[in-house]
């Protein structure tokens, strides 16, 4: 006997009847809002002959950064250390695995939210010895205002498109009968939007030697959102 193939087809859209017929729209809504948080990436490097100097030297830095980075307070919200690495790296000449020097790294992310301390910050991290800064990379919080107030518009349009239709058939919506994200089930991965720039004032008071702050300006961020929405309305009379 032979297994019964599943179907795979997708549902049928819900067609609406003579008594109540159906609207179907898509409500759409985009913002751009000023960014909430930026984030920098800072490689601090070390090398060294042996393998204790070059890790001494890496401690070193490593707690110099960290000491920086913290010395600015509440206008860091997060601070992480990520990949740490000591790798040796051997002669290109004669035989046997001879160590010509050891080269040091950690990878640190510092996530800022007082956009006056970011360049001079930014500065003078990138001012240290052997350290590497990436970014800023721009971002909304996951519970952003911005998010809702997206959504809220999107369902907003999808009820006046319907409300438009309706009208020029010469009648009125009675029902919704579904409202879904669109996408919902597959949404596709965020990712982080491309380092921008941003204007910095001078933070607290800075060392004379100190240099001038970076002069940087926020990326503002686009918010989106989308959603199809169902309704059933008065049958019209054609």
Known sequence: MTAATPDASPPAVPYGTPEAPRIAVRGEARLEVDPEIARIGI???????????????LTRRNAGVLDLVKSYGDAVERLETGAISITPE??????????????????VTAELTDFTALGELTTRLADLDLTRVDGPWWALR??????????KKAVHEAVQRAREYAEALGTRLSA??????IGAESAPPAYP??????????YGGAAEDTPAPLDLEPQRQRVQAQINARFTMVPPRL
Request: proline fraction near 5%; charge should be positive.
């Open 90 to 107: 051997l002669t290109k000449h004669g035989r046997g695995e001879r160590v010509r020097t050891y080269h040091g790294s950690v990878r």
């Open 193 to 202: 939007q491309a380092p921008g720039r941003m204007r910095s004032a001078a």
């Open 176 to 181: 919704l009968v579904e409202l879904a994200d």
């Open 43 to 57: 490689t601090v490097a070390a090398r060294g002959r042996d393998r204790r100097s070059a890790l001494d030297d």
């Open 142 to 151: 996951p519970d952003s205002p911005a998010h809702r107030e997206a959504r």
